[in-house]
C-alpha cells in the first residue's frame, strides 16, 4: 500500500484548522514520522471497517441532540393497545389541532445536506469511541442490552440526514401474537427515548386482532388517537374503517366468507410506524422514525400478517426502505421481510383528495386478490392457524 503523502508544508498548505508540521528535522525524522501516520491511518481503517461490519455507517451529528435511546425503566404489564391510564402520567394537554381530524396535507420532507465531510469525520470517530466504550462495558449478564443503530438504507421520510435505525436487542426474537405484542408494549413502557414524549398524551401502541391476516400501519397519532390511546379513530380513522368494511363486502362477493371474516375493523391489526402524536400533526422527523422504528417491525413480526397495507408515505418509505415518491410506489406490492407490502394513500389524504378513492380502491382490490391466492393456495379444509388461535 502507498505511504500516505509525507507532512510537510505543501501537504498541509490551505488546510483549514491543520497546523504545520515543524518537527521534521532529516530525512531520518521524516520517515519516522510517515511510519506512524501510517500505522495511524492503517488503524483508523481498520477501526472503521470494523464499525461497518457492525452495521455502523453513519454517526450522529455533533450539534444538539436528542437525548440516546437508552432502554426504558421497567414498567407495569399493561393491555395490548390500551393504555393503563394509572401507568402513564398525563402530559401536557393536547394543544387545538390544526390538522383538524387529520386533514391537512402530509408536509414534504425537508431535506439537508447532512453533515459536512469534516464533520463526518469526526463524528465517525466519536461513534468509533462510544462504540469501542460499549464492547469494553459490555459483559455477558442478563443486563439491559444497548441498542444499536443499523443502517437501514435510504432514509425514512422526513429525513433530514441520513439516519441509522435504533436496533433493540430485546425485540428481536419475541413470540407471536399476543405474547409478543405484550412483551413490545411492556418494553416500550413509558418512553423518552425521543422528542416525541413531550407533547404527547398517550402512547398510541396498536390496536386489533393480534395474529390478523391484514395489518395496516399508518404514519402516527393524530389528536383523536392521543387523546383516546388507539389508533385511527379520527376522522381518517372513520373512513379507514369503511374501506376495510368494503373490502370485506367484496371478498364476500368474490365468494369468499372465510376472507371476509377476516376484513372488520376488529380482525385487521392497525398500528403506526411513531407511537407518540407529533406536535402539530407534522411528519416525524428521521430521529423520531429511527428511535421508534424498532417497535412497529417487532410488532409486524409479532403478527405475522398475510399482507401489510402501508398508509401514506412514512409507512411506505420506512417498510420498504424507498425514498421515492408514494405516488410511484403505491399500486404494486413490495416487500417487507417476505411480507407483501401495499402501499396506497392515506385516508386523510382521500378526505381531501376524494378522487384519489379509486386507485386506494384499486390498490385494495389488489390486496384482496392477494389474499385469496394464499387462501386458494390452502389444502381443502385448510383451518389458518391465525383463525385457530383467534376464534
Ligand atoms: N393518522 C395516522 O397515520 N395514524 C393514526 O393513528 C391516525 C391518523
Known amino acids: 500500500m502507498a505511504h500516505p503523502p509525507s507532512p510537510t508544508a505543501s501537504s498541509t498548505d490551505g488546510l483549514p484548522g491543520v497546523q504545520r508540521l515543524d518537527v521534521v528535522r532529516s530525512p531520518g525524522d521524516e520517515q519516522a514520522i510517515v511510519d506512524e501516520l501510517h500505522s495511524v491511518v492503517t488503524g483508523l481503517r481498520a477501526r472503521l471497517t470494523w464499525l461497518k461490519q457492525g452495521g455502523i455507517d453513519a454517526a450522529p451529528a455533533p450539534s444538539p441532540r436528542p437525548a440516546r435511546p437508552r432502554p426504558s425503566a421497567p414498567s407495569p404489564p399493561v393491555g395490548v393497545g390500551k393504555l393503563d391510564p394509572a401507568a402513564v402520567p398525563v402530559r401536557a394537554a393536547a394543544s387545538g389541532d390544526p390538522r383538524a381530524s387529520q386533514n391537512a396535507p402530509p408536509r414534504e420532507p425537508e431535506y439537508d445536506a447532512g453533515p459536512r465531510d469534516t464533520d463526518d469525520a469526526a463524528a465517525i470517530a466519536r461513534a468509533a469511541v462510544e462504540s469501542a466504550s460499549r464492547m469494553a462495558t459490555r459483559t455477558p449478564s442478563a443486563a439491559p442490552k444497548p441498542p444499536v443503530r443499523k443502517a437501514t438504507g435510504d432514509a425514512p421520510a422526513g429525513s433530514s440526514r441520513p439516519s441509522s435505525e435504533v436496533v433493540y436487542p430485546e425485540l428481536q426474537a419475541v413470540p407471536s401474537g399476543t405474547e409478543g405484542l405484550r412483551i413490545i408494549r411492556e418494553f416500550i413502557g413509558d418512553c423518552r427515548r425521543c422528542n416525541l414524549c413531550h407533547g404527547r398524551n398517550q402512547i398510541v401502541f396498536g390496536d386489533g386482532n393480534p395474529t390478523p391476516w391484514l395489518a395496516f400501519v399508518g404514519e402516527g397519532p393524530g389528536a383523536d388517537e392521543d387523546r383516546t390511546g388507539l389508533p385511527f379513530v379520527g376522522a381518517a380513522g372513520e373512513l379507514l374503517s369503511k374501506m376495510i368494511k368494503a373490502m370485506g363486502e367484496h371478498a364476500l362477493k368474490l365468494g369468499f366468507p372465510e376472507l371476509a371474516a377476516q376484513l372488520s375493523r376488529e380482525q385487521v391489526y392497525i398500528a403506526n410506524v411513531v407511537k407518540c402524536r407529533p406536535p402539530g400533526n407534522r411528519v416525524p422527523e428521521a430521529d423520531e422514525i429511527a428511535a421508534c422504528g424498532g417497535f412497529i417491525r417487532a410488532q409486524l413480526t409479532a403478527l405475522s400478517p398475510r399482507v401489510i397495507v402501508a398508509l401514506g408515505r412514512t409507512p411506505t418509505q420506512?417498510?420498504?426502505?424507498?425514498?421515492?415518491?408514494?405516488?410511484?410506489?403505491?399500486?404494486?406490492?413490495?416487500?417487507?421481510?417476505?411480507?407483501?407490502?401495499?402501499?396506497?394513500?392515506?385516508?386523510?389524504?382521500?378526505?381531501?383528495?376524494?378522487?384519489?378513492?379509486?386507485?386506494?380502491?384499486?390498490?385494495?382490490?389488489?390486496?384482496?386478490?392477494?389474499?385469496?391466492?394464499?387462501?386458494?393456495?390452502?389444502?381443502?379444509?385448510?383451518?389458518?392457524?391465525?383463525?385457530?388461535?383467534?376464534?
Open 318 to 391: 420506512f417498510l420498504l426502505a424507498n425514498s421515492a415518491p408514494l405516488g410511484r410506489l403505491r399500486g404494486q406490492f413490495g416487500d417487507w421481510q417476505g411480507v407483501p407490502v401495499m402501499p396506497t394513500y392515506h385516508p386523510a389524504y382521500l378526505l381531501r383528495t376524494p378522487s384519489a378513492k379509486a386507485q386506494v380502491w384499486d390498490d385494495l382490490k389488489l390486496v384482496i386478490l392477494r389474499l385469496v391466492e394464499q387462501l386458494s393456495a390452502s389444502p381443502p379444509g385448510f383451518v389458518p392457524p391465525s383463525h385457530e388461535r383467534n376464534p
